[in-house]
């Protein structure tokens, strides 16, 4: 199981409460995944999926969330991360990073057919005609190659997230 973190049903009810979602009412570790610790959070009001971040730092973070929350709010199939009443969507567990977004409908394609790869073309359409409003609005996201700067600076270059591997 890749659940690295043991959370408590309170300690995540808690988080939860903060962030004005409902009450939680069910937490389940999620098994599948490798760096990260993930758990299925329902409410009364929704479906979520809890993460506390084991790796990415709290400096780390902020651009992802931040540029998850904007594709989400226009429009793009992303979870969306949840903010607490002071607009906070990078939370702590435990001394870590954490973060709430909310749960998607399917699941993960092991093996993917024509079919799925077309279905991704709207969504590679609509990230990319929201990334030209995220460098010319977003005081938090500089784009994505800010993100990848700031990505590739602060990762060892070794890692393999580094992103060096995509330029080919």
Request: proline fraction near 6%; charged fraction near 20%.
């Amino acid at each position: 199981m890749a659940v690295f973190t043991e959370v408590s049903f309170d300690d995540a009810a808690a988080l939860i409460g903060r962030l004005g979602i409902g009450e939680l009412t069910a937490l389940k570790g999620i098994a599948a995944g490798i760096e990260n610790t993930n758990y299925f959070a329902d409410t009364a009001q929704g479906r979520y999926v809890l993460t506390v971040f084991e790796r990415l730092s709290f400096e780390q973070l902020p651009f992802y969330l931040h540029l998850m929350k904007h594709l989400a709010t226009h429009g793009v199939p992303v979870p969306e991360p949840q903010a607490d009443a002071s607009g906070e969507i990078l939370h702590t567990l435990y001394g870590k990073p954490a973060a709430v977004v909310n749960r998607l409908s399917g699941s993960h394609q092991l093996a993917p057919d024509t079919l799925h790869c077309e279905s991704v073309v709207p969504c590679s359409r609509a990230c990319t005609s929201q990334d030209r409003t995220t460098r010319a609005t977003s005081p938090t996201c500089a784009g994505w190659n800010g993100g990848a700067k700031q990505c590739r600076s602060s990762r060892p270059t070794s890692h393999p997230r580094r992103l060096g591997w995509w330029r080919g």
